[in-house]
């Protein structure tokens, strides 16, 4: 239901661009995403109790599949679903081939249970470096070159430099590059 009305201005850009009806229907609308999400970001809390926070990573199309062209997309935190991000990958598939950058779509979510200006500064540090480390070892596509992340709604260049310092932490120089830019 949420990709209707992106479908919708697909379907219109299609029109502008001149485009054959078949190219957005076989090339975007009926690529399946790879949706990665895990529950075990468990974060241990200000006060010593845990809380076990989500977190969902949706990749959708990318046509560049090498080294060089990952997928793009922000890391947005707060009130987000799983197809938000499904969508919001969709859109930015779209956004990247209007543009011509050669990057597929990919969006991330991290929905907590409150909002985040509610959580301490060692919180937040403890909820991104558990992102970090997920994306990383568990589920391995937090990198250069697969999935670089970026700010969103809910993130800033403070999160991002978190994310960034743990993947260094945790790959020790093996891979180089930004493995989220913002």
Known sequence: ILLQPLYERVDWARKVLGLPEDIIENEIKNFKWRELSTDKMRVEMDNGDYETIPAVVSLHCNPYSTQENPYKGGIRVGPVTPSTVRMLAFEMTFKCAVVDVKFGGGKAGIPLKRPLSEYSAK?????????????TNGIPILSPHYYCGATDMGTTSRHMRIIHDKFCE???????????TG
């Open 123 to 135: 919180e937040i540090r403890k909820i991104f470096e558990a992102f970090a480390t997920v994306f």
């Open 170 to 180: 945790l790959t020790r120089g093996s891979l180089v590059g930004a493995a989220v």
